[in-house]
């Protein structure tokens, strides 16, 4: 267990010493502890940067958008797996639904912009057949459903083994039981499989929320130069192009903080709404 505690320790828990550099106009040549101090500065620059409350606007759109299309999609997915009943099959539809997991997103991206990019494939059959062409990987408007298709294409098959393991432990009896007292398949799903695998959802759900301001950094990097910032700069590109990028450390930093608080105070909240409905949460 010690070189996974020590990653933890120095890479997680001693890397929040770092934040201090949100209350200072950091400035690396004089060091973590020598820069001066601005105390809350850098939060009142980002609380009036129109240009931050646009980036948290597109995390959030994208994040719902994930969270409504794509959660549910590796539960259908898992759902028709588990009805399979030849093993061959669904070991080779498991390894084929697995395999864009392992992919990275320079390939997907790179993919789809092969597919649907101005000079991509979809482009040249409508040319070939006297169609107007559409480019919708350059268009801002298509750009935030076009990302949240990437994640279903690459994440959706990986996002089925929890679900899977949870579909395994139900007892087949109590299909047959429900099957003998009249109940057809949706009602078997609603009053066996739902109630079965319910604290997995919620446990995903909660997890889900305290990353709804995470939306993939590499895969908006990648795209962002395409449909242009106001499109897709969300917070952790934001964080990049001002800190990295910028040199501006502190302000960066602060909205990292930011971003990090929220989706404390949202796994709080909703681990306290999982407590009322009788559920166990991530934490008692």
Known sequence: MMPGLAYFLVFQYGALVGN????????????LWDSPWVALDNFQRMFEDAAFWDSVLNTLLISVLQLVF?????????LLLHSLTWNT???FVQSVAYLPHFLSWVIVVALFQQVLGDTGMLNSYLGDIGLHTVDIIGNPDAFKPLVVAQVIWKDAGWGTIIFLAALSLVDEQLYE???????????????VTLPAIRPVVILLLIMRLGEILSVGFE??????DAVGPE?????????YFQGIVGGDYGYAAAAGLFKGVVGAVLVYAANK????LGEQGVYK
């Open 20 to 31: 201090v550099i949100a209350f200072k106009d950091y400035v690396p040549f004089e060091g």
């Open 70 to 78: 794509f959660f549910p999609v590796p539960l259908a997915l898992a």
């Open 89 to 91: 099959l669904r070991r």
């Open 177 to 191: 039981s429900a099957a003998i007292d009249g109940a057809g398949p949706w009602r078997r799903f609603w009053h």
């Open 219 to 224: 895969q908006m990097l990648l795209q962002r």
């Open 231 to 239: 499109a897709a700069e969300v917070i952790d590109t934001f964080v």
């Open 273 to 276: 709404v999982a407590h009322r």
